[in-house]
């Protein structure tokens, strides 16, 4: 027999037959990471969030999340599997809300598409001062009780012996916060009605989400006479503002609000 005939025919037909089918399953790719849902569109760091899809692979990889430009944060991974992911919003700072993106990172480092994230940061949270120079008290000054209010810090309303009186109070007309401050939230405090039933007051417009602290409080005080003596309505505007925790402000600690 010629063996070196024999081995260069089979030689020959293992080329032309290529690799087994075992050889070329492993040579093969894997899909890429399909990353299709998200429980939340937006979230604050330490929000779980869980991501499903497919072809995220059985060994952890990361979650990342693009939170502002230049801002690519690896997320805290508390379960991985191959379709489901859950993880964390990332801890970061010294940005405002940012229309950003998620996006899944399998072990061998391939990439899912970016799906939408809105992040919203942590913020630093306080109350205007309040000041009678940001008043404007309705209708007219024969209707506030000077003393009383220079006395408690807070707008006061009398009523007369034979005639009541309503009108609207108005705060921060001409104001305006800065710094990267907004309004989250208005409310009155401290109201004080000598003649419960008979006098009041209730916030009627205010600007939250907005740069303007204004706000607008409607009161009343009826007539003293039928209802056992004078009468008399006090309350205090308590505007909450918020801002992102050390966004820059120019080096100024505490940070300026109006």
Known sequence: ?????TWTALRSRSEAEGPSAATAATAAAPPAP???TASAAEGDPGMPVTLGGSHFGDA????????GNGRDVAAPVTFWSTSQVVTEVPYADGIPVYDGHVYVKRGDGTKSALRAFRFLPLYDVTELSQSSRDWFLAPSIVNVDAASSARTGQPTHSGGMFWGFTGNDKFYMNSQLRNGWVVSAARLGGVYSAR????????VDSRAGTTSPYAE??????????????NEVSYSVRIE???PKKLPCGGADPCPVL
Do not use: T
Not at 1 to 5: E, L
Not at 60 to 67: C, S, W
């Open 60 to 67: 952890p990889g990361e979650v990342r999340f693009i939170v």
């Open 196 to 203: 419960p039933g008979y006098s009041g007051a209730y916030l």
């Open 34 to 36: 399909v990353l299709a």
């Open 217 to 230: 409080v409607r009161w009343w005080v009826d007539a003293a006479v039928g209802i056992g003596g004078s």
């Open 1 to 5: 027999m010629n063996w070196d005939s």
């Open 241 to 243: 503002v918020k801002r």
